[in-house]
């Protein structure tokens, strides 16, 4: 692969007593993936985001993280969830000026890359690989992944054919046949593996020190802007997130997110059974927000480096971290 610069480019719960007003804001954009189940899509699709900010939200589907942080760049999007870590810390490092205001799931076992069946190539040949055509979605969690499970076996990413594809045309390529290896996660991920297997489970690369989070981003001004709006929005998922994780509600929410994720209701379930999320509460501590992120911030924006991904890293990621909302959802502040 060529050394390319990437360029920065009947609820369980209660609901609150009063509705945010938006400071000069009459309508809200957010991003979020398709075929990505998490429990803010039950909000979503219920209409409890709007009834209880007062305020249109329009919600814009993409493809992957890094078209989330240039439409943010653009003005186009307020509020980014579930964009990859990688493509947070190649936009944050190219100069833009955006920040993490939580942590929106854990997810190693759903992100990763596949290789063809007809290759058959395990963890015990991966050298073997050399040559191979790969589909990578290049600036995401899925290249950083691909580039130190690499790393890891010693393979020279030079020697590989990588093609920078979305991961819904890599797994149409790998079934096809025209990609020996395709990397991506969700329902595309899910499609790969009938037709291939992975080098190593969320687990092992967990082991290697290979973590796989997405978090919810914002252009920094939008969160000086509008404080109390981004904190009101960040406590309503932190609530559904919550009402998830209880195990009570399953039944009432799944077909809603199911409906809004665009999937079935047995591969959503197989899916969310793969994550991971942090209560508001979990995601303030050290482990997360409280320095965990910000370290592991630096410690892609370093490996991209040192991998001719990016030109520079920042001397810290701490101020590309902002708990305030986040601790505003919680009644911190």
């Not at 870590?85 to 833009?96: K, L, T």
């Not at 990413?157 to 096809?176: G, I, K, N, R, T």
């Amino acid at each position: 692969m060529k050394k390319t610069l990437l360029s920065g480019a009947a609820i369980g719960l209660a609901m609150s007593a009063t509705a945010s007003v938006a400071q000069g804001m009459d309508e809200l954009t957010v991003a979020y993936f398709l075929e990505w189940p998490m429990p803010f899509q039950y909000a979503k699709q219920m209409g409890i985001y709007e009834e209880e900010l007062g305020i249109t939200i329009n919600w814009r589907a993409f493809d992957t993280g890094t078209a989330m942080s240039a439409a943010m760049a653009s003005g186009d999007v307020d509020i980014s969830i579930s964009q990859g870590v990688p493509p947070f810390v190649v936009a944050a490092s190219a100069g833009q000026d955006i920040q993490v205001v939580d942590v929106a799931v854990s997810y190693s076992e759903n992100d990763n890359c596949v290789v063809h069946a007809d290759q058959e190539i395990d963890a015990s040949n991966v050298a073997d690989l050399e040559g191979a055509r790969v589909g990578v979605p290049i600036g995401t969690a899925a290249h950083y992944g691909f580039l130190r499970q690499m790393e890891h076996f010693g393979v020279d990413v030079s020697s590989l054919e990588v093609v920078d594809m979305a991961p819904a045309d890599s797994a149409a390529a790998l079934a096809q046949g025209s990609l020996d290896m395709a990397c991506g996660w969700g329902g595309a991920l899910r499609r790969m593996l009938e037709h291939g297997n992975v080098l190593l489970s969320g687990a092992e690369k967990q082991e290697l020190g290979i973590y796989v989070f997405d978090v919810t981003s914002v252009p920094a001004s939008f969160a000086e802007e509008e404080p109390e709006l981004l904190a009101d929005f960040l406590a309503i998922t932190g609530r559904m997130n919550d009402m998830w994780n209880s195990g009570e509600n399953t039944d009432e929410m799944l077909p809603v997110i199911a409906q809004d994720a665009g999937m079935d209701e047995e591969a959503t379930a197989a899916t969310l059974a793969g994550f991971e999320f942090p209560s508001i509460e979990d995601q303030l501590s050290e482990t997360w927000l409280g320095g965990g992120t910000q370290e592991f911030l630096l410690e892609v924006a370093n490996f991209f480096v040192e991998t001719g991904n990016i030109d520079a890293a920042r001397d810290s990621y701490e101020s590309a971290v902002n708990t305030g909302p986040l601790m505003a959802a919680n009644g911190d502040m």
